[in-house]
C-alpha cells in the first residue's frame, strides 16, 4: 500500500528525473533535484521569481503536506532566497488537471550576477509533515487547479 512519495510529473517522464533521496538516516529532508539546467538572473523590483521546475509531484495522505525548504547553502553561496520563505504543497496538488502537481521552486537572486542551476544540482528539500485542523473547520472548497490556485476563484 502507497502511503506518501514522490513521482515523476506528466511532461517530464523522458527528462532521467530523479527521485528525492535524504541523505542520512536522520535527514528531515528529501533532497530535491533541478530537472534542467536555468539561470536566475538578479533580482530587480517588481520582477516576478524564477520558478525552477523540479519534474517530481509527491503523494501523500489527505492530513499531510510536503514542505518546501531552500538549502541553507543556497542565500551564502548563490545568493537565491525562496519567495514565499518555504513552500507549502497540499495532498490535493498531485494529479491536479493544471500541471499534474509538478513542483517547483520560487527563487530571487540576490546576488550581482546571473546564477546558474545545472540539471541534478540540488535546489532544496522537501519534507512530510502533518497538520491538524481546528474544531470549527467547515472547509468545504476542491481544488479546482495547480499553482498557486487555492485563491482563484
Do not use: W
Request: glycine share 10%; net charge negative.
Amino acid at each position: 500500500m502507497r502511503n506518501r512519495g514522490f513521482e515523476v510529473a506528466k511532461g517530464f517522464e523522458d527528462m532521467n528525473i530523479c527521485l528525492p533521496q535524504r541523505s542520512t538516516q536522520r535527514s528531515a529532508g528529501y533532497d530535491i533535484e533541478a530537472a534542467q539546467d536555468c539561470v536566475i538572473m538578479p533580482f530587480k523590483l517588481g520582477d516576478k521569481p524564477y520558478l525552477v521546475e523540479t519534474g517530481l509531484k509527491a503523494y501523500m495522505p489527505e492530513d499531510e503536506f510536503l514542505m518546501l525548504c531552500n538549502r541553507s547553502s543556497n542565500p551564502f553561496k548563490k545568493g537565491l532566497v525562496m519567495a514565499n520563505s518555504i513552500g507549502i504543497i497540499d495532498a490535493d496538488y498531485y494529479g491536479n488537471s493544471d500541471n499534474d502537481g509538478a513542483i517547483k521552486f520560487a527563487f530571487y537572486n540576490f546576488k550581482d550576477e546571473p546564477v546558474m542551476i545545472s540539471k541534478h544540482e540540488r535546489i532544496g528539500q522537501a519534507i512530510f509533515m502533518k497538520y491538524q485542523k481546528a474544531d470549527d473547520d467547515r472547509s468545504e472548497g476542491e481544488r479546482s487547479g495547480g499553482f498557486g490556485s487555492t485563491d482563484h476563484k
